[in-house]
């Protein structure tokens, strides 16, 4: 496997998106809503205003309830009042599997690029006729995407922490941010989440003959998260550790399999006949 090809590839197309001040705002506007403004805006309402929600105050209860006999679940109870409970579960229980936007979204919006741009542009014939094997263009393509859209998520993760301890250290005298499930969720979960995502999209940008075609079908990995997002906010799922570990472990195996199916179902007659 040449190497160097690789990250020739990968470059190329990262240079691509860096270039571009409206690929940029695209990639980190979703970021700065969820790192900065939403945890900004919902630990002040909380810490400032009553609260009388009796929606919030049963999804406390019930992730209290999904974590009986748990020292999370110990630790939630001993909090002093509803407002730090809320502030608790709402941080490490109900934002982490919404976060999963950030890298899932992103890493979507740059691999359905990958193909599809070369074919708009008109410069897939010339990448067929290079010396790069197939494997290896799919897997600079993937690098190209995966490299910005983590880098981008950890830096949310780090802003999103800040901000969480800059606002609640006062209020519980310790960090509540990070526990073990965000810990897990970023460096285990998201990794695998990401190149899954990409894997996905840069397989249906190969297949796709235009954007809005590979859009359509890519965006299909959006409901997963979002059918886990509505699963914690109404109290049905509640995230362990365990939990991601296997969740991570699984999609390992998926994305093996993926880049499998990929090498072996794509080569240069397919993706010339793709083109047309």
Do not use: C
Request: charged content about 10%; proline content about 4%; cysteine-free.
């Amino acid at each position: 496997m040449n190497k160097k090809l690789i990250w020739l590839v990968a470059a190329k197309d990262i240079r691509g998106i860096t270039s571009s001040v409206q690929v940029w705002l695209g990639l980190i506007l979703l970021p700065l809503i969820f790192s900065v403004i939403f945890p900004l805006a919902l630990i002040l309402l909380v810490k400032n205003l009553p609260v009388s929600s009796p929606d919030l105050i049963d999804l406390v209860n019930k992730v209290v309830h999904g974590l009986k006999d748990t020292k999370s679940g110990e630790t939630i109870e001993s909090l002093p009042s509803i407002k730090h409970q809320i502030i608790f579960v709402t941080v490490n229980y109900l934002l982490g599997s919404i976060f999963l936007l950030i890298p899932t979204i992103n890493a979507m919006m740059i691999s359905l690029h990958s193909f599809v741009g070369e074919k708009e542009k008109r410069t897939m014939e010339t990448l067929l006729f290079s010396p790069i094997t197939v494997k290896e263009l799919f897997i600079g393509k993937v690098l190209a995407a995966f490299i910005p859209s983590i880098i981008i998520t950890w830096v949310s993760f780090f802003l999103f922490g800040f901000i969480t301890v800059s606002l609640t250290y006062n209020m519980y005298g310790y960090f509540i941010f990070p526990n073990a499930n965000w810990l897990i969720l970023m460096f285990w979960v998201t990794p695998m989440i990401t190149i899954f995502t990409i894997l996905v999209n840069v397989f249906v940008s190969a297949r796709a003959k235009g954007f809005q075609e590979a859009q359509q079908l890519g965006g299909i990995l959006i409901l997963p998260i979002m059918a886990l997002f509505i699963g914690q906010a109404t109290g049905f799922l509640v995230i362990k550790p365990i939990l991601l570990a296997v969740l991570g472990v699984t999609i390992l195996i998926l994305n093996l399999f993926l880049l499998k199916i990929m090498t072996k179902y794509n080569d240069r007659n397919t993706l010339f006949e793709k083109q047309i």
